[in-house]
């Protein structure tokens, strides 16, 4: 009698099933099966054989004459080939997660499962966006090092310097394997369709595409493209890394410092470091790219974990100008005198332009006697006002009240707004410039319907103002002739050791949307900061040799490993968890452990966070288990980990 281990996408580990001997020939690991599980036939995937496989492979579960038969098993080769069922082995034990099962849920969409019928569109348009006239851009000796390691199937990680997302691009299409299979990452499904057209060119009918924002019909038949061997280049987002493609040659991840490529929710994973893991285990080529690559990979390539490649090409860039608002005469909030006067010259060249602020609403309240600001009784940070429906509202856990007549700490009625929102900023530019802004925030998006590409809701329109949102989504061939950004200081002043790192990377990518000889104004009233002395020379080397420095000083990454353990649940006992903390760093040297600190969740639900820091990866996972291992007894405490946080 034949046993295998079935592993289903659920949270459970792999189960053990009879398999009868009319399917034992095709009984291989990998092989997508279909078994009984609670009274209901289910498909699933075959982790191995009891007895044969590793260690790590077998079941918990015992063998008995009672187990059930599988039922049938689809398909003439595995849907996971072996780097794959090792990749999910690697996942589970890195990102410490008890069933397996768990792991191939997020690794594959449900539709690899249970089809689903595609409904019949039309033609997607035509690419607008070509890439002729590359010739002459690339150095043929740097591409051949990446070419001569995706022909011998060997792996090594490649960190491409970029110039420009332009070179990126083109660059993508002109190392892309002939014939062979391959990977390419980007960050958001809207850059999408600013690669698809490089890639199309040389990829043809082989690229397929694999992004979140397809129909179930239209996963359906991807993934059927991708496993029949149609298609053997994958264009997607970060769920793409998992594409079970056969014998992959390439992986490119596309603007590899994106913070898109993690997970916030659910499993909590790098799609940039399972992308690494996963060209290791097939012998394939990893080529990270980037116009500023993250402080962890630049890292990597000083310790030559990874080849740096640096074209050595300069494009002619804005200017970029540094302005000190304690300075600046402010002829309405957080509109400065100069980006004003520079903004009307712009307008009257006929040419486009952009601010930004990262800051939705109208302003905040204060009073004008006490000088106190109205706050969320929940999360105690300020509440924004909403000019259009006088409302406050809290960008945290989304409480919304009536705005006030008076305050609610003296019972002032002298309430007067303070600094400046997307809605107040709008106000102010119809007043100076006598335009209507097309505005681009969350709340616009939520009341319209708007593409994931703005180049066309943006066409005609000689300003711009967004959000965050907007810089994501707005394509670099807009050219503006200036843009400004007029809060900088809400991106350093985030509660993260990366917030000097990501300000650089948002200023920087606001850079690529502005022509050669424009300007782009940073209003600041941190001047002084590192990062400003670094952004206006362009000099990210230098940069990055400053950022290490300091974390080096106080050990983050990656010069540690961190993981965040929370706590949501009513069983939830701080004693206890404080005394888990001092045994974990009392036997241990060179671990530290900060918390557990009280926030709320979206939902307003109290959640406690531990934030453990240690050099040590084996440490780190050790004290993290310790955590896990909490909620065992008690039915209302959910305790999660995230690795790499």
């Excluded at 609670?38 to 015992?62: H, M």
């Excluded at 997020?106 to 689903?116: D, H, R, Y």
């Excluded at 302005?323 to 980006?339: D, G, I």
């Excluded at 602020?357 to 909403?386: D, Q």
């Amino acid at each position: 009698m034949e046993f295998v281990d079935v592993l289903f996408p659920i949270n459970l580990g792999p189960l053990t099933y009879k398999c009868p001997e009319h399917l034992i020939d095709k009984a291989h690991p990998g092989m997508l099966v279909s078994a009984p599980l609670k009274k209901q036939i289910t498909k699933g995937i075959i982790f191995g054989r009891p007895g044969r496989l590793a260690e790590e492979s077998k079941s918990s579960a015992p063998i008995s004459d009672n187990i059930k038969n599988i039922s049938d098993i689809h398909g003439e080769s595995p849907l996971l080939e072996p780097p794959l069922l090792k990749l999910l082995n690697w996942m589970a034990d890195y990102y410490i997660i008890a069933n397996k099962g768990l792991v191939l849920k997020n690794m594959l969409p449900q539709e690899t499962f249970k089809k689903v019928k595609a409904r019949k569109s039309a033609n997607p348009p035509s690419p607008p966006f070509s890439k002729g006239g590359m010739g002459g851009f690339f150095d043929e000796n740097t591409l051949s090092k990446i070419n001569t390691a995706t022909s011998k199937r060997e792996y090594k990680t490649f960190l491409v310097h970029a110039p420009s997302p332009l070179y990126e691009s083109a660059m993508v299409a002109k190392i892309l394997p002939q014939g062979k299979s391959a990977i390419i990452l980007v960050p958001e499904i809207v850059h999408i369709s600013h690669v698809l057209p490089f890639i199309k060119g040389t990829a043809g009918e082989r690229l397929c595409v694999l992004h979140s924002g397809l129909s179930k019909g239209q996963r359906s038949e991807a993934m059927e493209k991708i496993i029949s061997g149609q298609c053997n280049v994958v264009l997607g987002t970060r769920m793409a890394v998992f594409a079970p493609l056969k014998n992959v040659s390439l992986i490119s991840v596309m603007q590899e410092h994106s913070s898109s490529y993690r997970t916030e929710e659910g499993l909590r994973f790098n799609a940039r470091d399972i992308a690494v893991m996963r060209g290791y285990l097939e012998k394939a080529a990893v080529v990270l790219s980037s116009v500023c690559p993250s402080i962890e990979s630049v890292y990597n390539s000083k310790r030559n974990k990874y080849t740096l490649i640096r074209p050595d090409l300069y494009p002619q860039r804005p200017k970029i100008r540094i302005l000190n608002m304690r300075n600046e005469r402010q002829p309405a909030p957080n509109l400065s005198k100069t980006v004003i006067n520079e903004a009307l010259s712009s307008i009257r060249k006929n040419e486009k332009i952009m601010f930004v602020i990262n800051r939705k609403g109208y302003s905040m309240l204060t009073c004008k006697e006490c000088g106190s600001t109205e706050t969320c009784g929940k999360c105690s940070i300020p509440l924004m006002f909403y000019k259009g429906d006088k409302s406050l509202r809290c960008h945290y856990c989304g409480t919304t009240s009536a705005s006030p007549e008076k305050c609610r700490r003296c019972g002032s009625f002298s309430l007067e707004p303070a600094g400046s929102g997307i809605e107040r900023v709008e106000e102010n530019i119809k007043k100076i410039f006598d335009i209507e802004p097309l505005r681009i925030d969350s709340n616009m998006l939520k009341r319209k319907r708007i593409p994931e590409d703005l180049s066309d809701i943006t066409e005609g329109k000689p300003l711009i103002l967004g959000t965050k949102l907007l810089t994501k989504r707005l394509h670099s061939s807009e050219k503006l002739g200036m843009a400004a950004v007029l809060n900088a200081d809400s991106y350093l002043n985030q509660p993260d050791f990366r917030s000097a790192e990501r300000t650089f990377h948002e200023m920087y990518g606001i850079t690529d949307k502005i022509k050669p000889g424009g300007s782009l104004f940073i209003q600041t009233r941190m001047p002084q900061n590192y990062i400003f002395r670094h952004l206006k020379n362009y000099d990210y080397a230098s940069f990055c040799d400053e950022e290490l420095e300091k974390r080096k000083e106080m050990l983050y990454p990656p010069f540690s490993k961190l993981a965040v353990v929370t706590f949501n649940g009513k069983d939830y006992d701080d004693n206890k968890v404080k005394g888990a903390v001092k045994k974990i760093c009392d036997g241990n040297e060179g671990i530290e452990i900060l918390g557990p600190s009280l926030s709320l969740t979206k939902k307003g639900q109290k959640e406690y966070a531990l934030l453990i820091k240690t050099a040590s990866k084996k440490k780190l996972q050790s004290a993290a288990r310790e955590f896990l291992k909490m909620s065992e007894g008690y039915k209302d405490l959910k305790v999660s980990v995230a690795i790499d946080a």
